[in-house]
């Protein structure tokens, strides 16, 4: 498949120099004679006319022109690669009819070249021809499968994802897997070109009986977990890529996809012990020794996160990473002078910016706004085009830092610079709320909706902040279910309805909704919420399960720390 299957370069251009005739100013004038009868090019002579021809609009990218030179060459010639060459620029440009006549000819010229089979099973398939491809097509599987049993079906898929006609090539595939029903490589391309096709649940059974004829097939793993976590079912993709770590216990790709499948669902521990292992395995494995550092930052084993990342820096890689999460820990410890050290180690376009951000919030949270203010003034200077999220990272900062006075202020420079951005106008309501300025949050919030009716993130803030600090609450009901409409799975908008129909006294459809958003995101307002609303109801041992829990992962945490003090836990 090796030619076939590559993009076509016009990497042999014949150079033309020295192909011009140079006219010697002093050559005596030609004499005139009667003009004879016009001599024909040779064959020859039209040939290589339009090989060159075709090569150098081929240089000049101008495809279709070297297509018609190619085309015309390749009827004059019988040399299989003027034909070969012929056949795969038409393929490349897909002008179909072009390419099926080229294909004939360069099959008829070489009858036992694979490649010019393959090529012309691929023209007959994207000419709407499948069954005449599929003979071509038997033979092409017959002869790749005599190396490898599973490159004969690779090689099918490959030459049928490149058919626009998906269902076309998936009925093609079909039609193997039918002939072959315990071939797990039939099943396994079977189900790939189904997922190609959109065809999920067909997919899915075919790369099931896949597995159930070889367990051991890592690629159907994969695959397989890939479309069922496209479907949402996470747990389900979870079980199988349990199963095939345990069929395949040394394929790093399919423990290393488990282990963050594990850290998406929240089962810390266990995506710990997957790490652990792949480092067993392999030493060397840097990847997993970074997975283990965050782990171990995740759930505040801050030496054993520091050994991890002056491991990596020990060994000299991924040191702007290492470097950043350093500093990430000594900002958790409260120790800001020596996260500060380590953000300004940081280099490199993809962790840069953002260790400078956290800088700015060391220097808030030390409270010197003076140097937070020259610290972003500086870094806007050397970046204007990310000043808009350079101004929001700035005024982060100083919220992070409690200094939400100076947090405004400086969201009302940015505005003034930049009128009317919604993200500005959504970070100072944000901000606006801390001060106690319901009436300026509701200002900027009403500013995005009316510029923008389905933002679901402002409709969501507004309808929150109304039933959390004031007593509309179906005011504050109307606009969260706008935003539900528009983001029914976003953990925020859960929450806030949980937290509305609480208000409302509505307590079983609160719970209902606040244990959804807290299995979306556990974050520490969502289980503060969730907590209240169980502690309400009755619910006293799970309430306070919930909240230290939560407690753990977020000690910081000023809604944790208040529900605390209001219930005495």
């Known amino acids: 498949m090796n030619r076939l299957l590559k993009v076509l370069g016009f990497g042999s251009l014949l150079w033309l120099s020295g192909c011009a005739t140079v006219v010697d100013a002093q050559a005596p004038a030609e004499p005139e004679f009667p003009i004879g009868p016009v001599l024909q090019p040779s064959p020859q002579a039209e040939l290589m006319y339009r090989v060159l021809a075709a090569e150098l609009a081929g240089k000049r990218d101008q495809l279709d022109v070297a297509l018609v030179n190619y085309r015309q060459a390749a009827a004059i010639s019988r040399d299989p690669e003027v034909a070969e060459r012929a056949t795969l620029l038409a393929l490349l440009v897909k002008d179909n009819a072009a390419a099926l006549e080229l294909a004939q000819r360069w099959q008829a010229l070489a009858p036992a070249d694979d490649q010019a089979r393959q090529a012309l099973a691929l023209a007959l398939l994207r000419n709407g021809r499948g069954e005449e491809a599929t003979e071509y097509l038997e033979t092409v599987r017959r002869l790749a499968s005599k190396k490898d049993r599973q490159q004969g079906y690779a090689t099918l898929a490959s030459l049928l994802s490149q058919v626009d006609d998906k269902q076309g090539a998936l009925r093609v595939m079909q039609n193997f897997r039918d002939r072959n029903p315990r071939s797990a490589f039939a099943q396994y391309y079977h189900g790939m070109l189904a997922a190609a096709a959109g065809e999920r649940e067909q997919a899915l059974t075919s790369l099931d009986q896949a597995l159930a004829i070889d367990p051991k097939l890592a690629t159907a793993h994969l695959l397989r977990t890939r479309l069922l976590l496209d479907q949402g079912a996470n747990d389900k993709a979870l079980a199988g ?48 020794i970074y997975a283990l550092g965050l782990l171990a930052a995740e759930t505040r084993q801050f030496d054993l996160a520091e050994s991890y990342f002056l491991d990596l820096i020990k060994r000299n890689v991924r040191l702007a990473d290492a470097y950043f999460e350093l500093g990430r820990i000594e900002e958790q410890r409260g120790a800001y002078a020596k996260a500060r050290e380590w953000y300004e180690r940081v280099s490199g376009e993809e962790r840069y910016l953002t260790a400078q951000v956290r800088k700015g919030v060391v220097l808030a949270k030390v409270g010197d706004t003076a140097a937070v203010s020259q610290h972003f003034d500086s870094l806007r200077r050397g970046n204007p085009q990310n000043s808009i999220n350079l101004y929001l990272a700035e005024a982060e900062a100083l919220r992070e830092g409690e200094r939400y006075r100076e947090s405004f202020d400086t969201l009302d420079r940015a505005l003034a610079l930049h009128p009317n951005d919604k993200d500005l106008l959504y970070a100072r309501a944000l901000v606006a709320e801390r001060l106690d300025r319901l009436d300026l949050l509701e200002r900027d919030l009403r500013a995005i909706i009316a510029a923008d009716p389905k933002n679901g993130q ?72 969730l907590s209240e609303v169980l502690w309400t109801n009755g619910q006293r041992d799970e309430a306070r399960r919930i909240w230290r829990e939560a407690l753990t992962r977020q000690p910081d945490s000023r809604h944790l720390r208040q529900l605390q003090e209001r219930f005495g836990w």
């Open 241 to 288: 890529l349990a199963k095939a770590v345990a069929a395949l216990p040394r394929d790093r790709n399919l423990r290393m996809s488990y282990a963050r499948l594990l850290i998406d669902a929240g089962q810390l521990d266990k995506a710990r012990r997957e790490f652990a292992t792949l480092l067993n395995q392999n030493p060397k494995d840097t990847d997993s």
């Open 458 to 529: 402002a409709l969501n803030a507004l309808g929150y902040t109304l039933a959390d600090r004031t007593d509309r609450y179906q005011e504050a009901l109307g606009y969260i279910e706008q935003a539900l409409a528009l983001l029914p799975d976003d953990a925020a908008v859960l929450d806030s309805m949980g937290w509305v129909q609480y208000r409302l006294g509505n307590h079983v459809k609160a719970l209902e909704y606040l244990r959804r958003a807290y299995q979306v995101n556990a974050d520490a307002e969502i289980a503060a919420h």
